[in-house]
């Protein structure tokens, strides 16, 4: 009997759902706690994360979600206009879609920016906010990189150019973060610095599945975010202090190697959350949940379970 109830539990809940044009899917058993994870972007999709972390996490016991933002990623939409309340309505939709009233929120990258806003806007929807790899302040992140780059690249007349022009470019633009992106890369600040077996392994299976070949990036997703949403560049520290007022749990993670935070972001993040709901993961950088994924998913299993 248990067997069969196990092979039902798949057929049920591993289906892809589309919610008008957004992609969706879940895993695990409906009846335990949610997850929903938020991709990064913009220009993003969460198809790393679910080929990689997606079932694992939900053997721990959690009914994790996925989906890409409209415009992004598998939810292709000509007519996305890539704003916060947009991926706000969204993501309403995927709690409408599977009879959700409240989930825990797994953010990365700037999806860490969407899951705050929300949860400020939301608070009765979210059970708790995990910030991984998340942007909270970005332009504190964009000078850190940009001070640094002048540092690697003091040898490079051409770089220190390039540099140049992008510190003078207006800050509220595509082009601005796509520069200070482009920089960090050149500077491995994405990269893991020392690859393990097991990450070695989980990124050679990634490669090889239906995942990795579908992980489109809509390159316009940027574009229109910049001239369509007001809110650009933002710091949500103030927002997140008011969130945790509101009696929900913020937890976050962090890469030890994510050169994208300074060492004053992650000691006020810390200082936000408290330091027994803070973690610094060694030997890792910005895509934690493959670089160390026993490590992230134990602390993120662990926190849900016990919430406080």
């Given at each position: 009997?248990k067997?069969?109830?196990f092979?039902v ?6 289906v ?16 335990n ?20 972390t997606?079932?694992?996490l ?16 598998r ?21 409408k ?7 825990n929120i ?6 860490g ?9 939301f ?15 970005q ?18 007349t ?12 207006n800050?509220?633009?595509a082009?601005?973060?796509?520069g200070c992106?482009?920089?960090?890369s050149?500077?491995?600040y994405?990269v893991?610095?020392k ?5 070695t ?21 940027p ?6 949403e ?9 927002i ?12 976050a ?6 050169g ?14 408290d330091?027994?709901?803070?973690k ?29």
């Amino acid at each position: 009997m248990k067997k069969l109830l196990f092979i039902v539990s798949l057929v049920l809940f591993s289906v892809p759902i589309f919610a008008q044009t957004i992609y969706s899917k879940a895993y695990g058993n409906s009846k335990n706690p949610a997850v929903i994870f938020i991709h990064g972007g913009p220009s993003g999709n969460s198809n790393l994360f679910e080929g990689t972390t997606a079932k694992t996490l939900a053997n721990k016991g959690f009914y994790v979600i996925v989906y890409d933002r409209r415009g992004e990623g598998r939810s292709k939409d000509e007519n996305a206009v890539m704003t916060f309340d947009e991926s706000f309505n969204d993501l309403n939709q995927i709690y409408k879609t599977y009879n959700i009233s409240k989930a825990n929120i797994l953010a990365h990258s700037f999806g860490g920016i969407a899951a705050t806003l929300y949860t400020a806007k939301f608070p009765k929807k979210v059970s708790s906010l995990v910030l991984a790899g998340a942007l909270f302040s970005q332009q504190e992140t964009y000078d850190h990189i940009l001070k640094n780059a002048v540092a690697y690249f003091k040898n490079d007349t051409s770089k220190l150019s390039q540099i140049k022009k992008i510190e003078n470019l207006n800050k509220s633009t595509a082009e601005y973060r796509k520069g200070c992106y482009d920089i960090a890369s050149e500077m491995n600040y994405f990269v893991m610095p020392k690859p393990t077996k097991e990450s070695t392994a989980l990124r050679n299976q990634y490669e090889k599945s239906i995942f990795y070949k579908t992980a489109v990036k809509n390159a316009e997703s940027p574009i229109k975010f910049y001239k369509n949403e007001s809110k650009k560049n933002i710091d949500t520290k103030s927002i997140l202090r008011e969130i945790k007022a509101e009696k929900i749990p913020v937890y976050a993670i962090y890469g030890k190697n994510d050169g994208i935070f300074s060492e004053k972001q992650l000691a006020d993040m810390q200082q936000i959350t408290d330091k027994n709901n803070f973690k610094i993961l060694n030997n890792c950088s910005h895509y934690l949940f493959v670089d160390q994924q026993n490590d992230f998913i134990n602390f993120v299993s662990n926190k849900l379970k016990h919430k406080g």
